[in-house]
């Protein structure tokens, strides 16, 4: 039974093999996909399993049927196309004979149309004349409706007045207002210039009239007060009524003064003649009414050829409108204010009374600036008494920063430059006086132990006065611009006083211990601690923060570095004259200490060469003391010591003392320690000397005086060191040094062991040269 089976599968697969043969060799051009595909669907539905040749019947019936149905789908298509494009040709011919149709019928149409339109012409000419002869008499039936209106509010008016109600007629002329405004986009100039003038006629007969009835009421309540108001005067007998005609009137003042009369209405020929109303917000009526008599009282005394009106006393007519500004305020704030509230005028009465006289007072000064143009001293005190009367108004009479004063007669730029002028010319003269003084170089607090800490001179504490004083000049100035310039002046000051310190440095030069060469040098330092504290403070902030956006148009180009320091706050406006100021005064000490250091090192001679290789020991002295080899250099050091105290302020002091001690410590460590060679009490005494003579010299600036001379405490450390741990410690950097940087891991590094001992500063070299200078350790 095995054989027959074998031989079977045998026989299929050469069947599977030859179909595959079969079909490749009929295609050989290019049906590989067709082939591969009916060899995926026969491993598909039967595969290698021999029961699945059962099903081969059922899917040749299953392949013959799909087939045939594609064969007749192929026919039912092939006979339907011609149908359907044979009817598409039908549609399309029968859309063509609409369209025709379609375009004759509107052809005659347009024809038929033309026709009647021609026909028509002159029926339409006919009543479009007769529209436009309409339209012209709409026209004049509203203009002459206009005109009606006018007289209509005209005669409302008028019978108003007549019967003494202004309530009434201040509502009349408010409807004429409003139709004036209604015709501001038409054509009729005429009409416009008509109602103009009515209005304006109209406004000023009510105007007069409520002038008149205010004035009278002001009189009775003694307005103006030129003198200050006493308490001692009784009330009139009828205040109460007077109090209510003040209010009434007040409120149709308010009433009368709309916006459309304010901005258009009103000419400059009716209002009172008060210069930057145009700049700023219009009075209100009332306070104009109210500022007439004082505006008569201050051109009566101050124009023309009035003795008070002299060029020469600006603080006459400044103090006058001081003085009107004060007495009046208890009237405006008890009186007006309320009157003001409660029409919901949002207005201060105090305020207003300010602006009204202010604009007298810039007047003045507008005219009297440019004739003093030429005199310096008289400018100047025009200058002070102007900002003393801005300071006061501001302050005293509490007027606000939003409106503005009358410094802006002062940034006119003729008047602007010629005050910048004027300042450096003053400015220039005071430092040639308080450098020629004769206390200039001494400080006027120097008998004042708390007060004389920086032990500034007086000409450096004059100069950073007359700064100052600039700077309250033109702190209050509105425009930054204006400030930044004398900024600039500040800062030019600055290097002119610092180049005439650096003059006469040089010429103190070669005394650098006398008492005005220390002078100059507490100067500097002055100069540049003030500066520092400047640069930190919130004007000069401000004025940091508008130097970068405009600062270069005063203060010169700023580079992108500058600009951005500037900006970021990182730097400050003063940052190039501190540089300045502190490279003076590095050089001045550095020349103060070469100076110093001279003459210790010429006492200090004989000190450096003494025999220290056969000096006693400690043992067979009873008592050590100084040597009286350094009892000159001692002296010297100590005498600078407390000369440079006293005349030099504390940072100052502390910076030169201590670099003296650090310089001190190398002269000593290089030209005395490493040039000699000392036995056992030639180190002790220079321990000694060091310990309990040098050091304590110092020890009254600090409390640890050895930190600063470290190279002469760690050698006399070495040179003292017992002879067992020298030798040890020799044998420990010798060692290190033969192994050449491979230390064994169990032998303590050199540093280390240097470290235990105390010795930081010094190298494992020095300490080798150190030893070597031992005598007990010469052979060693």
Sequence with gaps: MAAPVM??????????????????????????????????????????????????????????????????????????????????????????????????????????????????????????????????????????QCLARIEELSDSIQQHLMTN??????????????????????????????????????????????????????????????????????????????????????????????????????????????????????????????????SKRFRYHFTGNRQTNNLYKPEWYLTQVLMWIGNSSNFMEEK?????????GKVNASVELCRGLLTLVQEKLAHDAPRLLYDDAMFCHLVDEVLQFEKELRTTHSYPLSYPGVLKILLEESVFQKWLSVERKMALEKVDAMLSAEGAWSSQYKDITDMDELKAPDCAETFMTLLLVITERYRSLPCPRAQLSFLALQKELVDDFRIRLTQVMKEESRQPLSPRYCAILNATNYISTVLSDWGDNVFFLQLQHAAVSVGEEILGPLGATETGRLASLEGSLFEALLALLERLRGDMQGRLRDAVMRDVKEKAQPYCKDRWISLPSQCDQATMSLSSSACPMMLCLRDHLLQLQQLLCLPLFQMIWQGLAERLDHFIY??????????????????????????????????????????IKEACNILTLKVGPALLLCDVLKQAEDEDGALNPQQPSPESALNEMGIYMLAPSDVQIL?????NLLHQ
């Design 165 to 294: 109600s202004v309530s009434e007629a201040v509502v009349a002329i408010d409807g004429m207002a409003s139709l004036d405004m209604g015709l501001r986009e038409s054509g009729c100039t005429h009409l416009q210039s008509f109602l103009r003038e009515t209005l304006r006629f109209w406004h000023k007969i009510l105007k007069d009239k409520l002038t008149s009835d205010f004035e009278e009421v002001l009189t009775q309540l003694h307005w103006p007060f030129i003198s200050p108001p006493t308490q001692s005067l009784s009330p009139p007998a009828n205040a109460q009524e007077l109090n209510s005609q003040l209010d009434l009137l007040v409120s149709q003042l308010l009433s009368l003064q709309t916006s459309y009369f304010r901005d258009d209405l009103i000419s400059e020929k009716d209002a009172p003649s008060l210069p930057g109303l145009s700049q700023n917000p219009p009075l209100s009526l009332p306070i104009q009414i109210m500022l007439l008599p004082l």
């Design 7 to 144: 031989e079977l599968n045998n026989h299929n697969s050469n069947d599977l093999s030859h179909l595959k043969r079969t079909d490749s060799v009929k295609s050989p051009s290019g049906d590989g996909n067709f082939t591969d595909n009916v060899v995926e669907l026969v491993q598909k539905e039967i595969g290698s399993d021999l029961k699945s040749l059962k099903n081969v019947a059922g899917l040749l019936e299953k392949l013959t049927l799909e087939n045939k149905q594609l064969e007749e789908q192929v026919q039912t298509v092939s006979s339907s196309v011609p149908l359907r494009v044979s009817a598409a040709l039908s549609a399309a011919e029968d859309s063509r004979v609409k369209l025709d149709s379609l375009l004759e019928m509107e052809r005659l149409l347009s024809n038929t149309l033309q026709q009647h339109l021609q026909g028509s012409q002159g029926w339409t000419d006919n009543i479009g004349q007769v529209l436009g002869q309409l339209d012209t008499l709409e026209r004049h039936m509203k203009y002459l």
């Design 670 to 711: 290089e030209n005395l320690i490493l040039y000699n060679h000392f036995n056992e009490g030639g180190a002790a005494q220079l321990q000694f000397d060091m310990n309990r003579n040098l050091f304590p010299l110092f020890g009254h600036y600090c409390k640890r005086p050895e930190n600063f001379f470290k190279h």
């Design 336 to 344: 007006i204010q309320p009157i003001l509230d409660r029409a919901g």
């Design 771 to 775: 030893l070597k200078l031992r005598s």
